[in-house]
């Protein structure tokens, strides 16, 4: 079989095949913004920058406010990067080429 006609049954088939493959579908959910770690990450990043105004030595307001919004900020963005850490070290095109190559394998055999 060559490389073309191996890529045109790929791409008829792609869907079915990767949508059977739980770390792919893993991955992908991982990328949806709805899940509910995402969204106690970011109350909980809220919750500290809308807090934190009451906490900081500083008599300036709007300082007090900048820095409460930028820990924030800070604190859902690492929030999220740590959740990432756990979702795969793989990307989903890493996983579709692996997939696509024991696809491969398959048909010759």
Do not use: C
């Not at 073309?4 to 790929?10: A, C, L, S």
């Not at 959910?29 to 105004?53: D, E, H, R, T």
Request: hydrophobic share 45%; proline share 3%.
């Amino acid at each position: 079989m060559t490389d073309k006609e191996f890529q045109q049954i790929w791409q008829k088939n792609r869907k079915a095949i990767l949508s059977h493959d739980e770390e792919y579908q893993r991955i992908q959910n991982g990328y949806k913004q709805g899940s509910i770690v995402n969204w106690i990450i970011i109350i909980g990043g809220a919750a500290v920058g809308s807090s934190l105004p009451d906490f900081l030595p500083i008599q300036s307001a709007p300082l007090k406010w900048i820095l409460a919004i930028a820990a924030g900020i800070i604190v859902i963005v690492v929030g999220l990067w740590i959740r990432s850490l756990f979702i795969s070290t793989k990307t989903a095109d890493e996983v579709e080429k692996e997939i696509m190559e024991r696809y491969r394998k398959t048909l010759k055999e």
